[in-house]
């Protein structure tokens, strides 16, 4: 079974920073395809970042320039560095991997081609 692990998460103000991270013991996260989601409160779960095995990034209109979505092959770790954050940035947060590699950049953000998920870290912007 893949686990994923996310932290990093926590209370900031708005204009703050955080970084999340997403480590995971059973692959390597080089090899594979990668997302970060959120959910905010009362809405629904949505795409945030993703990387593919090329480390080709894809981002929401809603952060570009604001966040990055990066891997560290020698950690297998997966981070999300957070700048200039909004309190509609607040939300849990999750990674999530697609082993395989099943979409192409137009579904980066479908949560149905992701095999594993995270349990979540929050993030809160006040």
């Known amino acids: 079974q893949v686990q994923l692990v996310e932290s990093g998460g926590g209370s900031v103000q708005a204009g703050g920073s955080l970084r999340l991270s997403c480590t995971t013991s059973?692959?390597?996260?080089?090899?594979?395809?990668m997302a970060w989601f959120r959910k905010p409160p009362g809405k629904e779960r949505e795409g945030v970042a993703s990387?593919?095995?090329?480390?080709?990034?894809n981002y929401a209109d809603s952060v570009k320039g604001r966040f990055t979505i990066s891997i560290d092959t020698d950690a297998n770790t997966l981070y999300l560095q957070m700048t200039g954050l909004k309190p509609e940035d607040t939300a849990m947060y999750y990674c999530?991997?697609?082993?395989?590699?099943?979409?192409?950049?137009?579904?980066?953000?479908?949560?149905?081609?992701?095999?594993?998920w995270g349990q979540g870290t929050q993030v809160t912007v006040s």
């Open positions: 999530a991997a697609d082993l395989y590699c099943s979409g192409s950049a137009l579904t980066s953000f479908a949560p149905a081609r992701y095999n594993f």
């Open positions: 059973r692959y390597a996260v080089g090899r594979t395809c």
């Open positions: 990387i593919d095995s090329d480390v080709i990034t």
